[in-house]
């Protein structure tokens, strides 16, 4: 069996956050949210880490996230890019959007083998998650059936104060496997509770506090690759067509028609921790804060990598 692997999806801009959010310190000694994910995961097991960023990051991100973590971890970047598109395909006009995260993993294509993780780089979902997630692909194998897995985070601890956020809604059975999954791109808290918003916010739906949403924290055999590839086409080919400017390839989207045709089981691993992260600026003290109190209790060392 293959180690797992690490995927994290840092090609964001970070438009709502109005900068690159990604290398943005968040405590005195200039660690990022993705140095918290990076050592959670390498005390979990991972020993290696592929960073999917923009091409024209690569010495920034290079500088500032990836050589420090070289030292202690085998990196690797792949690059997501508008024009990476099957034969056949051109690039609508005015688009400007990327693709999403279903490109962003398939990117991998060629330097992933194995099991591996995916998470997002702007996001902290806590050590427990990667300890469940790595322990998970460690067994990991395939059968007439793709085995995937997921960590799931009650909706009450994943959304900010501060504007909207996208989420997967998760809809799990008794026995914590997912059945489907519906990605919510503009999901707000507001005075009576949480609820989202599908026409650009002229009408409201409700979201209990205790549903069980995704926060692109993934664990996939390889056959993930196979399904993305195969699939990216004919999403440009229906979706893009219909919605030029800004259709996404979402990667929640993809599993979700996975189980639909019952190829693809996938088990949700549950974590009571808070999502941190900082969608938009106004965010960054809660993480900031978040942080020291942790460091305080000793669950992280002041210099994670010393």
């Not at 592929?50 to 091409?55: M, N």
């Not at 990836?66 to 997501?80: D, L, S």
Request: net charge negative; proline share 4%; hydrophobic share 40%.
């Amino acid at each position: 069996m293959k180690k797992p692997v690490l995927v994290i999806m840092a090609a964001g801009m970070g438009s709502r956050y109005g900068g690159l959010k990604q290398m943005d310190p968040i405590d005195n000694e200039g660690h990022k949210i993705i140095d918290f994910s990076i050592y959670d995961a390498k005390r979990a097991g991972f020993e290696k880490v592929v960073f999917v960023i923009k091409k024209e990051l690569e010495n920034d991100f290079r500088e500032l996230v990836g050589n420090p973590i070289a030292k202690h971890m085998e990196v690797e970047y792949v690059f997501q890019s508008l024009e990476d598109i099957p034969e056949g395909f051109t690039v609508p006009e005015k688009r400007v959007k990327p693709w999403g995260t279903g490109q962003a993993v398939l990117s991998c294509y060629d330097v992933v083998d194995g099991p591996f993780a995916v998470i997002n780089a702007d996001d902290y979902y806590g050590a427990s998650a990667f300890q469940m997630i790595y322990d998970f692909l460690a067994e990991a194998k395939d059968d007439s059936y793709y085995r995937y897995t997921m960590v799931g985070y009650r909706l009450k601890n994943t959304v900010t104060d501060n504007g909207y956020v996208s989420r997967g809604v998760c809809d799990t059975d008794e026995n914590e496997m997912l059945q489907g999954i519906v990605e919510r791109t503009r999901i707000e808290k507001h005075e009576n509770g949480i609820t989202y918003s599908e026409d650009d916010g002229d009408t409201w739906v409700a979201l209990p506090d205790e549903t069980i949403v995704s926060m692109n924290m993934w664990g996939f055999t390889v056959s993930i690759l196979e399904e993305l590839k195969k699939r990216f086409a004919l999403f440009l080919n229906e979706e893009v067509r219909n919605n030029p400017e800004k259709a996404e390839y979402f990667l929640p989207s993809v599993v979700d028609r996975l189980l639909a045709a019952k190829k693809a089981t996938v088990k949700v691993l549950n974590s009571e921790d808070k999502w941190y992260g900082v969608t938009y600026k106004e965010d960054k003290e809660g993480v900031v804060n978040a942080i020291a109190s942790m460091k305080e209790s000793g669950l992280y060392p002041e210099k994670l990598w010393a």
